[in-house]
């Protein structure tokens, strides 16, 4: 199995502070990478695929990079509404695999 | 807009079957577009693909439970079910059933989430 490392954890950040998720993969994963979104007792929302392409309706703020083992997700301005986990998603190969999840809170 | 409903049995004594069902509304099953996939997350945890079901009736199963999971559709009601058999407290999880895209497995909808314990 691809085995996907976000870093950090936790994070804790300002309203307003620019913000950067790192989610490293076990073997490359291409270009088969999404971000989710996911609150306290929700499903996980879709943000980003394929890298670095936003799904529809979610905020130009989001923003993916990166390719093959690497990859951040970036939040450029920090709203109330976005402290959540984030999650990282490689498609490249079975089995789907997710990172641990990213905890950014409130400073 | 496309919806996804969990639907099953909240507790499930060990050494029995959970058994799930997600059904689907806005869209149909059968369109062939889409994977139709099951996934968990223990209480506090991270997130696990179950595995997925095609309309044909094709399957994918994670590895790690393809031992225990079936995953069955049925095109009439428009619904997908989860069998997973042999249950232990580590079974223990928040199911959620959601949606990935033929050629590229992102999830873009999912359902809300069922909560099912594990427990005599």
């Known amino acids: 199995d691809i085995q996907m490392t976000q870093s950090p954890s936790t994070l804790s950040a300002s309203v307003g502070d620019r913000v950067t998720i790192t989610c490293r993969a076990s073997?490359?994963?291409?270009?088969?990478l999404a971000w989710y979104q996911q609150k306290p007792g929700k499903a996980p929302n879709l943000l980003i695929y394929?890298?670095?392409s936003l799904k529809s309706g979610v905020p130009s703020r989001f923003s993916g990079s990166g390719s093959g083992t690497e990859f951040t997700l970036t939040i450029s301005s920090l709203q109330p509404d976005d402290f959540a986990t984030y999650y990282c998603q490689q498609y490249y190969t079975y089995p789907w695999t997710f990172g641990q999840g990213t905890k950014v809170e409130i400073k | 807009q496309v919806q996804l409903q969990e639907s099953g049995p909240g507790l499930v004594k060990p050494s029995q079957t959970l058994s799930l069902t997600c059904t689907v509304s806005g869209g149909s099953i059968s369109s062939g577009d889409y994977y139709w996939s099951w996934i968990r997350q223990p209480p506090g945890k991270g997130l696990e693909w179950i595995g997925y079901?095609?309309?044909?009736?094709?399957?994918y199963y994670n590895p790690s439970l393809k031992s225990q999971v079936t995953i069955s559709v049925d095109t009439s009601k428009n619904q997908f079910s989860l069998k997973l058999i042999s249950v232990t407290a580590a079974d223990t999880a928040v199911y959620f059933c959601?949606?990935?895209?033929?050629?590229?497995?992102?999830?873009?909808?999912w359902g809300q989430g069922t909560l099912v314990t594990v427990s005599s």
């Open positions: 079901i095609y309309y044909s009736g094709s399957t």
């Open positions: 959601a949606r990935a895209t033929l050629n590229a497995a992102r999830f873009d909808y």
């Open positions: 394929d890298v670095s």
């Open positions: 073997q490359s994963v291409s270009s088969w």
